[in-house]
């Protein structure tokens, strides 16, 4: 029998371990950067691509990286569902929606690449193709309306826990719209696009990394006080 004192304990703990989802997807991903590129011969991180490694044994380690970076952004969804105030808030219910489809998202990025394997051939290539740019599509787009969408589900709820954070969400969801429209004009003109890219992912990371330090701070706190980041 659970008594009903430890329940607030177990959901502390809980949402400790949702923080910890959040935090380490950016130290996950700029850990693997820096190891992708010293592996990779002759490596230029300003006009490569993210993916220097697309062979062989590192390029499964890579996919792996991808997949938990998935798994790990699915988790801090469900700890926003617990911290989130207002779950009745229609928007704030579709914003953490959309932070799952990102999750997932992620988590198909890194298995796609194993279609490569198949045989070489029209009928492969042409859908394989054609459903890596409607996955990448539908995460972008998951990851921008899940941003936006808390940002407004908080504008008129707690400011005193939230209000900065809302705030942040939205910055974040602006900047994050630019540098999208950027990497295509780079990617299509062939200036600087590893750099571009890199900038254009690494904003996504530091939003997920600060909900998790969000996250963490409401865990550590026994009564709601407003934190001095966000």
Known sequence: MVNDSDIPIQRQNRLLFYSICGIIPMLLFTGWLIIAAIISPGYNGSSDYISPVTLGFYSMIQNLVFMILGFLSIGLAFGLRMALPSPRNGLLKLGIGSVIIFGLGVVLAGLSP???????????????????????AITITAYIASILLISQGL????????GRY??????????FIILLILLIITIFYNFYP?????????ISWIWILMTG??????????KPIQDKWI
């Open 194 to 202: 590893g750099l571009n890219q890199r900038a254009f992912i690494i």
């Open 114 to 136: 194993l279609m490569g394997l198949l045989p070489e051939n029209y009928l492969v290539i042409v859908p394989y193709n054609l459903l890596t740019i409607i996955g990448f």
């Open 155 to 162: 504008k008129y709820e707690d400011s005193l826990i939230w």
């Open 213 to 222: 330090v969000k996250l963490y701070l409401i865990s550590s706190n026994e």
């Open 166 to 175: 809302s705030r942040y969400s939205l910055v974040t969801g602006v900047l």
